[in-house]
């Protein structure tokens, strides 16, 4: 079981740091993600952080601006958000999986159950 916590309301050029924390699965053993959604958009990429080498990718959308980052002493994910601005309004869903790292939301096996987070302008 994947739980996000950390979302809520900012003001834009605020910052936010989602958490995602596992239960009965060992992070370790899974390349990590952030995806999110917007109301009436697709659910999209936006951070993933490799299980093997620990390497990170991010969509343009947020680069610079957002830092994924894994804890597996402490079984977490998070992802910093900075510079946050009302286009990063939308759901924010964990997502785990033990092979495939990247974009495509459904090669992914396992996903939280989302956490909201709303900037304001």
């Known amino acids: 079981q994947l739980v996000e916590s950390g979302g809520g309301l900012v003001q834009a050029g605020g910052s936010l740091r989602l958490s995602c924390a596992a239960s009965?699965?060992?992070?370790?053993?899974?390349?990590m993600g952030w995806f999110r959604q917007a109301p009436g958009k697709e659910r999209e990429f936006a951070a993933a952080i490799s299980r093997t080498d620990g390497n990170t990718y991010y969509a343009d959308a947020v680069k610079g601006r957002f830092t994924i980052s894994r804890d597996n002493a402490k079984n977490t994910v998070y992802l910093q958000m900075n510079s946050l601005t009302p286009e990063d309004t939308a759901v924010y869903y964990c997502?785990?999986?033990?092979?495939?790292?990247?974009?495509?939301?459904?090669?992914?096996?396992?996903w939280g159950q989302g956490t909201q987070v709303t900037v304001s302008s």
């Open positions: 009965g699965r060992t992070i370790s053993r899974y390349n």
């Open positions: 997502a785990a999986d033990p092979d495939y790292i990247g974009s495509i939301s459904k090669r992914i096996n396992y």
